[in-house]
């Protein structure tokens, strides 16, 4: 059973700093894309940041751009998000995602993504 755990998440004062972590098992995802998205009470689930699968390639929404750093560590089968200076409108559930296949350029269009975290809740309090 394919799995993607998300843990790090928690309550932070704005400005400060969270690591996110996505942990997969039950296949490997080092040829895939894995991303991050979030959604926000009352809000769709948007896009945050994705990296191919050589690391290579990676995507930032504008909102974090400057904020957040995407890596991933394929030997653990496990993708990163170090987040810094947060702010209160970064409060959301965070998700992390694979897009299955071998691309150059890492996709940010939540629909392509194939499998999905149950999600972890950043809190940023002002």
């Known amino acids: 059973q394919v799995q993607l755990v998300e843990s790090g998440g928690g309550l932070v004062q704005a400005g400060g700093s969270l690591r996110l972590s996505c942990a997969a098992s039950?296949?490997?995802?080092?040829?895939?894309?894995l991303g991050w998205f979030r959604q926000a009470p009352g809000k769709e689930r948007e896009f945050v940041s994705a990296i191919n699968w050589n690391g290579a390639n990676a995507k930032y929404a504008d909102s974090v751009k400057g904020r957040f750093t995407i890596s991933r560590d394929n030997a653990k089968n496990t993708v990163y998000l170090q987040m810094n200076n947060l702010k209160p409108e970064d409060t959301a559930v965070y998700y992390c995602a694979a897009d299955l296949g071998l691309r150059f350029v890492a996709r940010v269009e939540m629909n392509e993504y194939d499998y999905w975290g149950q999600g972890t809740q950043v809190t940023v309090s002002s």
């Open positions: 039950g296949r490997t995802f080092n040829r895939d894309t």
